[in-house]
């Protein structure tokens, strides 16, 4: 098993950036793909990055290319997203999920194949 806690969200004016984190504590973290999703008030969630166990691939929803980053250390057992050029569609909830992978491909964009979630951190821009 592993448990996620995010951390890094908060207020921050258009055109702002925030980090957030999402560290894992438990199993071995390296074994896990990642994903980041969020959920807006009233609508469903939505994948926005994924991450494969070694780093090397990410996949990005196109609502965030080219603004938004996935990495991971994993060394401090962490993935980070990195949020540039937020904008007021960005506000939402964020949550990091994990699911245990034998492959080293890009983690997947369905929530459902995913074992294990944070509680979620706020993000919120004001425009």
């Known amino acids: 098993q592993v448990q996620l806690v995010e951390s890094g969200g908060g207020l921050v004016q258009a055109g702002g950036s925030l980090r957030l984190s999402c560290a894992a504590s438990?199993?071995?973290?390296?074994?896990?793909?990642v994903g980041w999703f969020r959920q807006a008030p009233g609508k469903d969630r939505e994948i926005v990055a994924a991450?494969?166990?070694?780093?090397?691939?990410?996949r990005y929803t196109d609502r965030v290319k080219g603004r938004f980053t996935i990495s991971r250390d994993i060394g401090e057992a962490t993935v980070y997203l990195q949020m540039n050029s937020l904008n007021s569609e960005d506000t939402a909830v964020y949550y990091c999920?994990?699911?245990?992978?034998?492959?080293?491909?890009?983690?997947?964009?369905?929530?459902?194949?995913?074992?294990?979630w944070g509680q979620g951190t706020q993000v919120t821009v004001s425009s």
């Open positions: 999920a994990a699911r245990p992978m034998i492959s080293s491909s890009v983690a997947s964009f369905e929530g459902s194949r995913y074992d294990y």
């Open positions: 438990g199993s071995s973290f390296s074994a896990y793909g």
């Open positions: 991450i494969s166990r070694n780093g090397d691939s990410t």
